[in-house]
Structure formats: C-alpha cells, structure tokens
C-alpha cells in the first residue's frame, strides 16, 4: 500500500503581490508537508509571509505557482466553487476571533453547524452545547461575546471551529490578545480537542510561551521556510 498522504503537501510555492513594476515576490520555493493529527507551529518575523502562506493553505488565496495539496486535492488551478467546498473542511481560529455580537456563544456555535446539511436544529443545539462544555463554558452558553473576557471569546470561537471535526485546523495568533495564563489555556484546550478528534493543526504565533505543545515547528524569514524541526517530546 502506498504511504497515507500528508493532510498539507507544499512544493515549490511561489508567491507574488501586485503588478508589473511594482510586482514583489513575497514566498520563495516553500516546500513542507504536514501529516495527519500533526501540530505545527509557524513563527517568524512580521511580513516574512506566515499570513500570505496561511491563507494559501485555507483556500483564502489562489495559489499562483508550484503545487499545493490539500486533503489529497490540488489547489493550484482549482475553482473558486472547488476552493469554497475545500474551505468547508478547515476550522479557522483568528486573533480578532470574528464572533457575531448579537449572537450568543452557543448561536455562534451552532451557525457552523447549521451551514452543514443534514443536521437538525435540536442536534445542532446540542452539539454545540456539548463542545461549549468542552472548552469549559458550560456557565457560559448563553451570554453574549461583549459580556464575556477576550479567553472566553476565543474559547467560542475555538469551539466554533472544531464543532465540525474538520481535519485541519488553521490558527493565526490566536493568543496575540491573552494574558499568559487564558493564552496558555485557550492553546491547551486546541491541542487537547485536535488530538481527541485526530485534527492537525497549523498555529501562527508570535508566542513563545507557547512553543512547547507543537509537534513541529517551522521558521519564516524574508518569505523563505529557514526551519522546519521536530521537537522531541518529554514526555514519556
Ligand atoms: N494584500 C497585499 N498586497 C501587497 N503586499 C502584501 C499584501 N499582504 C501582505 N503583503 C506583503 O507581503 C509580505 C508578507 O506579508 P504577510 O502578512 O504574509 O507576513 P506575516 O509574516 O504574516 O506578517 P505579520 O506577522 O506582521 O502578520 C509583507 O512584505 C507584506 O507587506
């Protein structure tokens, strides 16, 4: 049998913004595949590309050269439609967390669900509820984002984006506005959720107190990957 394909396959991405003159490359020749269930965490300098390479692999972005697999299907070339039904399969956790004020944490939830064929409202409500208690916001499931604190928030929409165990997982700084104590939670709770559910999960972060729960992790400089290491785990 042939090896289980990695969940992300890069080959010799490049990259450019703008037109003509003011044509600038921003991603030199990435190469990196990611597997199944993996954490990897993406660092680097600001405008050294993570974001630009974050929205390629969500789909949020045509990819303009090299190849880019996803879930075993091609990006580069793909249709707007074939990118928006890929998208339906990733969880994306973003620092400004994107919640709808007038809805409550649990409505919030439960709209990624609703999105989705085939799932009935009362089932919805209790997924959502289900995951809500999850991220520990059992008390919670009724308020509204503006009454809760910017770690609660980002536990909404961390359970928002798992709801639907999607096999992927994109997360950009999803700490940058926590103090260390919420931050290190909110990213405890992703990593425990991903490796109950088998998602991997690829975080940007500027977060150094965070390094510890990734399984790899990977450098940007100047749009050029400069590290890409396996951390070797402590535990036993
Ligand atoms: N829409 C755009 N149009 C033109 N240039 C852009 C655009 N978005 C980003 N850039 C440029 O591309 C480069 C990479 O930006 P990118 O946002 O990917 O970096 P980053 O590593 O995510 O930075 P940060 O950590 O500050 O978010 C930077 O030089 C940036 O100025």
């Known amino acids: 049998m042939s090896q ?14 703008g037109k003509g003159n003011l044509r600038k490359q921003v991603l030199f020749d ?5 597997d199944a269930g993996e954490i990897v965490i993406m660092t680097g300098p600001s405008g050294s590309g993570k974001t630009t390479l974050l929205s390629l692999i969500g789909c949020l972005r045509s990819v303009q050269e090299g190849s880019m697999r996803l879930l075993g299907q091609e990006l580069n070339g793909a249709s707007e439609q074939k990118l928006i039904q890929m998208r339906r399969q990733i969880g994306y956790i973003f620092q400004a967390h994107n919640l709808l004020g007038f ?17 009935s409202k009362k089932e919805a409500e209790a997924k959502s509820a289900a995951m809500l208690e999850a991220v520990g916001l059992k008390e919670r ?24 165990h999607p096999k992927l997982v994109l997360a950009d700084e999803p700490t940058a506005a926590l103090d260390k104590k919420s931050g290190r939670d909110v990213v405890e709770i992703m990593q425990r959720l991903a490796k109950e559910q088998g998602s991997t999960i690829l975080l940007v972060t500027h977060d150094n107190r965070i390094l510890d729960i990734a399984d790899r992790i990977v450098d940007m400089e100047d749009g050029y990957l400069t590290r890409n290491a396996e951390l070797t785990s402590t535990s036993s």
Do not use: C, F, W
Not at 30 to 34: G, H, M, V
Not at 103 to 119: C, F, H, Y
Not at 145 to 151: E, I, M, V
């Open 4 to 17: 289980v394909e990695p969940v992300i396959a890069i080959e010799n991405i490049n990259h450019y913004y």
């Open 30 to 34: 990435i190469n990196l595949n990611i």
């Open 103 to 119: 809805l409550t944490a649990r409505q919030n939830v439960q709209m990624s669900i609703e999105l989705k064929d085939g799932v």
């Open 141 to 164: 499931i009724n308020y509204y984002p503006d009454n809760l604190s910017g770690g609660q928030k980002q536990r909404i929409a961390i359970a928002r984006a798992l709801v639907n």
